[in-house]
C-alpha cells in the first residue's frame, strides 16, 4: 500500500524533528539519526535534517509556521521530493503540510510501515502489516478526496464526496474484519502446534532491531535467517529445536526487533507472533554494545516487553563485543544479575551462553 522502495529513482527526503527545552539535544539527534537510518532502510536519499525546539508541537503544521516557510525553501533549493517527520502526524496535520511544501509528507509511524511491508515474506506477515497499514490509513482516508474540496461551493458536489468517503470507510472496515479473522484462524493453528512442544525448554531472542539476534540465532542454532545491516530484517518468528549440548530439548526462537516510537498499530498486529516472547522459559536480551547509546535501546526493550505481557527471566547478551573489546557490561542493566559478552560474528562467548541456558534449564 505504501511503497517508497518502488521508485525507480531514490526519493530525496529531508527530516525534521522536534526538540524540547528539557530533552537533551545528543538524544534528540539521535532520535533524527535513527529516522535518517530508517529512511535509508526505506530506499530514499537523507539530504538534510532540520531540528525545533519547541514545547509542544503546532496543532495545525506541528513545526512553527516559520519553519515550515524554511522546509519549503529548502525543498527547492535541494530537489527534495520527501518531507517525513519523527513523530506521528494527526491527520490534519499532514494535510495542512502537503498543501503547503506540495510534496510527500510522512511521519515516522508511516515510514516503519513501509519498512514492514517491504519485508513481510510469510502470508502471516503480510496480513500483519496490511492489517497495520489499514488501520493507520482509516482515520485519514479525507486526504484521498481534497480535490472535492476545492469544489465545496459547486453544486452537487458535497453528497457524492460523502458518499464516496463512507464507501470507501467501509469497505477498509470490512478489510480490516477479514484481515483480524485470518489472523485469528492462523493463530490457532499456531496454538495447536505449540502443544507439542510444551515440554520443550522455550528461548526466546529478543532486542532493539539491528542488534545482531539473527546473526547470534543463526550461530547457535546452525539456522540460516537472512541478516543485513538494516533494520528489521526478520519479521517472521523462526523457530529451531535442538537437543545437543542441552540436558533437554531446547526450542530456540528469533523475533521482530524492537524500536522506539514503534507504531501502535504494529504492536496490535504483531501481538501474535510477538506471543513467542510472552511464553518463552527465557529471553535472550540482545544487546548491540558497540551502540553508545545502548542504555536507552535497552529500555525501550524492556518497555515493549512489558507492554506485551512478557515476564520470562532475562539473560543479558551484549554481542558484537569483537568491535568494543573494553567493554564492561552496567551493572544496573543486569535485570537478572547476569550478563554475558559475545561475538555473533566470531562466535566468541557463544559457549558461555550455552552453558548459561543449560544452568536455566536445570533450574
Known sequence: MFDLVAESQPERAILVGLRKPTQNREAA?????????????AGATVVDTI?????????ATYVGKGMVEEIKDRLEDEEITLVIFDDPLTPAQQRNLETAL?????????????????RARTTEAMAQVELAQLQYLLPRLTRAWTHLSRQHSAIGARGPGETQLEIDRRQIGLKITTLKKRLEKIVGQRSLRRKGRERMFKVAFV???????????????KATVEVENKLFMTLDPTSRAMSQPYP??????????????????????????????????LLIHVIDCADENFPLKVEQTQKTLTEIGAKA????????FDLSPEFIPPPELATSGESLLVSAKTGAGVQELRDAIVQRINA
Open 29 to 41: 539527534q539521535e532520535l533524527l539519526d535513527e529516522l535518517a537510518e530508517l529512511t535509508r532502510s
Open 51 to 59: 531540528m525545533q525546539q519547541r514545547k509542544t508541537p503546532d496543532g
Open 102 to 118: 506540495e510534496v510527500k509528507t510522512l511521519d515516522r509511524s508511516r515510514l516503519i510501515l513501509d519498512i514492514f511491508a517491504g
Open 207 to 221: 532486542g532493539y532491531t539491528n542488534a545482531g539476534k539473527s546473526t547470534l540465532f543463526n550461530r547457535m542454532t
Open 248 to 281: 533437554s530439548r531446547v526450542l530456540f526462537t528469533d523475533t521482530v526487533g524492537f524500536i522506539r516510537k514503534l507504531p501502535h498499530e504494529l504492536i496490535e498486529s504483531f501481538k501474535s507472533t510477538l506471543e513467542e516472547a510472552v511464553l518463552a522459559d
Open 313 to 320: 527471566p532475562a539473560l543479558m547478551v551484549y554481542n558484537k
